[in-house]
Structure formats: structure tokens, C-alpha cells
């Protein structure tokens, strides 16, 4: 039962509905209470759905517990890049195989940005675009670096693919950010 309930956890968080996921999560959780990979799920229902303390509490956990769980040390990196903890992300992503998710390099790109360390978010962003289509949260991750460099006109560009994303898109919120890196884009001429 645990399981299933976690696979429809899984399923409602791809469909966008995070706060959906969170109770069948924390449903699963009470049934598989040692299981880390349904603890890293919730964490990621809850960043999704706004809650981004709650999310690192509960990889903090899993962490503890299981100090190199691949998933919530991605996950923890991800979400610590995204609030601006460019040092401690990193910490977290170096530590996890970034050729498996396009998102980790994309984390690993923002975080040089905000370390001002350009030239290597540069090179970052360059191929995690080779290897990425629509995957929201990479193309935010890269679109923000690009705004932080001063690249207005392509962080525009990689936030509208990221808003047109297919699931898992964006999260809610983080479209306002979306938009607002956006406003740069030049009009399409056709």
C-alpha cells in the first residue's frame, strides 16, 4: 500500500498538483517510514508547493540517516541553489553523478553564477543546453545564471521555454520570477 501510494504521490507531483502529492507522500511515508527515496519525494512536493524550509528539514533527515543518498543530496543541492546557497549546493552537487540529471550542471551553473565565477557557469550552461529540452527547472536554474551574468535577451529566452515546459513544469512559485526574466524577450517575427 505504501508503495502505491507513493507512485500516486509521484504521479500527482508530475501532473503539477503538489499539494495533492504532499498528503499521498505523507500517506506512503506513514506506511514505509524508513523508505528515503518517498522522504525525497515529499521534500521535492513540498519545494514545489511553495514550502522550501519544510522541503530541506525533511532531506536534512533523510541525510542523517543516509548520508550519501544520491536523490536528496541532488535534491537538497537543488533547492539550496535555487534560495542562493551557492556554497552549500555545491557542497551537495559535486557529490552526485551530474551527468544522470541535466539539473544538477544547471544548479552547478547558477551557483558559479552567484559565486561570480562566470567563465565556469558559462561553460556549464553551454552543456547542460546541449542535453536539456524542456525540462523546467534546468532551463529556470540556466536562466537565471544567464540574468545574473548580465545575458538579459537569452535568460528571457531560456525562462519562456522553462514556463512552456512540459511536466514536472515549473513550480508555482517560481513563475513570477519566471515572468519577470521573461519581459526581456524580443518578439518572435513570426
Known amino acids: 500500500v505504501g508503495g502505491l501510494l507513493a ?12 499539494s495533492d502529492a504532499i498528503r499521498e507522500l505523507y500517506s506512503a511515508i506513514e506506511r514505509l517510514p524508513d523508505d528515503t527515496s518517498v522522504q525525497t519525494e515529499l521534500a521535492w512536493a513540498l519545494w514545489y508547493d511553495g514550502h522550501p524550509d519544510a522541503a530541506v528539514d525533511v532531506l536534512n533527515d533523510v541525510l542523517i540517516r543516509e548520508g550519501n543518498a544520491a536523490e536528496a543530496l541532488r535534491a537538497r543541492g537543488e533547492i539550496l541553489a535555487d534560495r542562493g546557497d551557492a556554497e552549500a549546493a555545491l557542497r551537495d552537487l ?13 544548479a552547478e551553473a547558477l551557483c558559479y553564477a552567484l559565486l561570480g565565477r562566470v567563465g565556469t557557469a558559462e561553460q556549464e550552461i553551454a552543456a547542460v543546453l546541449a542535453e536539456i529540452d524542456d525540462y523546467g527547472l534546468a532551463l529556470l536554474h540556466a536562466a537565471r545564471a544567464q540574468a545574473l551574468m548580465g545575458h538579459s535577451e537569452s535568460a528571457a529566452q531560456l525562462a519562456l521555454r522553462a514556463k512552456n515546459a512540459s511536466p514536472p ?7 513570477a520570477e519566471v515572468d519577470r526574466l521573461s519581459r526581456h524577450a524580443r518578439p518572435d517575427p513570426w
Not at 507512485?7 to 503538489?18: D, E, H, K, M, Y
Not at 559535486?94 to 544547471?106: E, I
Not at 513544469?169 to 513563475?175: D, E, G, K, Q, S
Open 7 to 18: 507512485a500516486i504521490g509521484r504521479v500527482r507531483l508530475a501532473q503539477g498538483r503538489s
Open 94 to 106: 559535486k557529490r552526485v553523478d551530474r551527468l544522470q540529471w541535466p539539473s544538477v550542471r544547471a
Open 169 to 175: 513544469t515549473v513550480p508555482a512559485h517560481r513563475l
